[in-house]
């Protein structure tokens, strides 16, 4: 592919960039001798990676030879910077960009299941059901992906399948649940 050799860009948004904040990247356009070169026809695109789900990039001159793009990522995951003038690639296009996901959206719950006694430990088994190890009620409890309870299995105290504040849960290959027992100083299968 044809390179567009006297131009280069620079910051972060080259690398990474978070879903719904715009970011801005800066491109150069002088030749090795540091001149400013012919007037280009500067663009860019952002491309995801996974379906070709484009975003628009905002170009505007900044100086004799000094432009700015901005992009405002919708999706995250990766993504495909181009930056091309007069219809070739600029050096190092396309960059690849990780979007990562808006810090608004982290912390919020995706579905409520059950009235949970504080959860200490979550894990799902090989058929997508959400196992979760539940502190104050000294039990095991089994839900659907959609959240729906499936089963539940034991009780406070120190007998085998009994629980004394069980505060981690996780499911092998064969998809045996195993409990760490706290209080009891053991783990459970």
Do not use: W
């Amino acid at each position: 592919a044809e390179v567009a050799q006297s131009a280069h860009s620079t910051g972060n948004g080259l690398k990474s960039a978070t879903v719904g904040e715009p970011v801005t990247v800066t491109v150069h356009n002088v030749d090795q001798q540091g001149k400013n070169t012919t007037k280009p026809a500067l663009t860019a695109e952002l491309v995801r990676s996974r379906d070709a789900t484009r975003a628009e990039c905002q170009v505007r001159r900044v100086g004799k030879s000094k432009y700015e793009l901005q992009y405002q990522p919708a999706t995250r995951g990766e993504h495909q910077l181009h930056i091309r003038i007069n219809g070739k690639n600029i050096k190092g296009s396309p960059y690849t960009v990780t979007v990562m996901p808006s810090p608004q959206s982290l912390g919020k719950p995706v579905r409520s299941i059950g009235n949970l006694q504080e959860p200490r430990g979550i894990a799902t088994n090989s058929r997508g059901h959400i196992v979760v190890a539940e502190r104050n009620g000294h039990c095991v409890l089994v839900f659907t992906p959609e959240g729906q309870k499936i089963r539940s299995f034991g009780s406070n105290g120190a007998s085998h399948g009994q629980f004394k504040y069980p505060r981690g849960v996780v499911v092998d290959k064969d998809d045996n649940i195993i409990v760490i027992d706290y209080d009891n100083h053991r783990i459970q299968k």
